[in-house]
């Protein structure tokens, strides 16, 4: 059974009898910190406010979100992660052609498609680094109404360079396309972001998370940046009560959090360094420098069907990504999450395992 995503540790916990906390999982792409203490202390004050409906506006969190993004509150729609407000957006918009890129965010074409949307793809190809080609792009945004790519780019971890993307909004204001930029990552490259752009363009909107920097997948919180009237017509589709009290405080809570957030970017910077290090000295594989909080790898070796490592791997309690289901990517291609010295070491000393087996 091939798992259209990372991070489910009740499906291996059951397959193989190991309990959930007895796995280290390098499928999804976590701080390895966790959530932010403070995080956790909202939480807990917040379990009073549990026997009221949440507030359906969310306006502590968008408050919260206007100081530290400096962009007006009504340019901000909070969702039950960024998932939820990837799949309102082509049903609201009523999007009929759909162009996504290939590897990406797997759900980006599944909620075009269950809206109705006809999609089409654009390869990012290896020997460009996994970067989209201009003239290519420029060509296939002719007739389409909405356009999603993410940057950071999931699972690459390609970045789109900032002047490279406005000239990509360009583009697509010119073939009349909606642009959705997925900044789940943008934590680890701030500088590239275009939320600026966002708020002031009825055709473009930026997508983030608390998921991945902020360590708190299990609360489901995320937001999008647009025009205010994007996000008016957005919010009069969006089912109320999606986000949860202790959700909206634990996010507010992390954004004011600035040790943690030091902590996160430096151990990150660290360990990424550490990790790509070790993976490059183990034979059968090619893994690609990394920009963010995940490395993609490729097997080079006899062992080439990262299905099999994978499983093979979780059965001795480490997940990893098989990226086969990835359009774009074949299945020699797997990726790994960043996390702290000891655990990135053990992950090497499996994988150099594993691949000295077969390979003898």
Known sequence: MTLPHGGNIYFYADKYGIPEDGFLDFSASINPLGPSKAAVRAMKDAVPSLVNYPDPRCSGLKDALSVHLDVLKESLLIGNGSTELIYLIPRALKAKKVL??????????????????????ITLREKDGFLPDMDRLKSALSGMDMFFLCNPNNPTGAVIEKDALLDILGMARKADAFVVVDEAFIEYAPGHSVINEAVQSKKVAVLRNFTKFYGMPGLRAGYLAADPSVVEKLGAAKEPWSVNTLAERAAIASLSDEAYIRRSLNLVEKEKEHLYAGLSEITGLRPYPPSVNFILVKLTGRWNNAAELSESLAAKGILIRDCSNFRGLDGRFFRVAVRGREDNDALCTALRESLSFTQA
């Open 100 to 121: 996504v890129f290939a590897p990406t965010f797997s759900d980006y074409a599944r909620a075009s498609g269950i809206s109705g949307a006809k999609v089409s793809h």
